[in-house]
T-cell receptor, first 111, second 112 residues
Framework: EDQVTQSPEALRLQEGESSSLNCSYT??????LFWYRQDPGKGPEFLFT???AGEEKEKERLKATLTKKESFLHITAPKPEDSATYLC????????????FGSGTRLSIRP | EAQVTQNPRYLITVTGKKLTVTCSQN?????MSWYRQDPGLGLRQIYY???????DKGDVPEGYKVSRKEKRNFPLILESPSPNQTSLYFC???????????FGPGTRLTVL
């Protein structure tokens, strides 16, 4: 069964303290892995898509990487405005066009 | 402005009273999807549609119906709502299934 697990559930950092969020996945053939950001009371907002192991993408203080079993979202020198829930989702080759989300990591950055 | 709209944004109803949540996108996207979001369970896909008249079940389709008669609209129908369908619902669209999804603002549904 296709599965996505995110860790940690919650992470509190001091402003400027870099860290990484993890997304582990079990699928029979990865078609794409997605990262989204969600602010309270709003819909998720797209960040990155990764398609193959070894791929990396960057945007401002965020960098996403992908291996055959997991993806990391690295946050460098975060600011309070980076506080949000970060969601990982996968689409498997085997599951037609279903998309499976992890339960998210709630990130809080203290000034 | 490119967007996904949902209506209503908030709804309180009673068990068994049929309701429809509308979803519309103005980006000419082929793929549309409905999710529910519950604390601790994340986003779970209810139904998705690859194109007009093509729909399929996600992970939690029980108690829901959808239709895709026009490319821009993808309504979610609850024929006989029950309290366990109380949740936050999101509609999303993308050009194709493996592309980035654009999400609507959400509909908070309470079934008493």
């Amino acid at each position: 069964e296709d599965q996505v697990t995110q860790s940690p559930e919650a992470l509190r950092l001091q402003e400027g303290e870099s860290s990484s969020l993890n997304c582990s996945y079990t699928v029979s053939g990865l078609r794409g892995l997605f990262w989204y950001r969600q602010d309270p009371g709003k819909g998720p907002e797209f960040l990155f898509t990764l398609y193959s192991a070894g791929e990396e993408k960057e945007k401002e203080r965020l960098k996403a990487t992908l291996t055959k079993k997991e993806s990391f979202l690295h946050i460098t020198a975060p600011k309070p405005e980076d506080s949000a829930t970060y969601l990982c989702a996968v689409q498997a080759v085997s599951s037609a066009s279903k998309i499976i989300f992890g339960s998210g990591t709630r990130l809080s950055i203290r000034p | 402005e490119a967007q996904v709209t949902q209506n209503p944004r908030y709804l309180i109803t009673v068990t068994g009273k049929k309701l429809t949540v509308t979803c519309s996108q103005n980006m000419n996207h082929e793929y549309m999807s409905w999710y529910r979001q519950d604390p601790g369970l994340g986003l779970r896909q209810i139904y998705y549609s690859m194109n007009v008249e093509v729909t399929d079940k996600g992970d939690v389709p029980e108690g829901y119906k959808v239709s895709r008669k026009e490319k821009r609209n993808f309504p979610l129908i609850l024929e006989s709502p029950s309290p366990n369908q109380t949740s936050l619902y999101f509609c999303a669209s993308s050009y194709r299934s493996h592309n980035e999804q654009f999400f609507g603002p959400g509909t908070r549904l309470t079934v008493l």
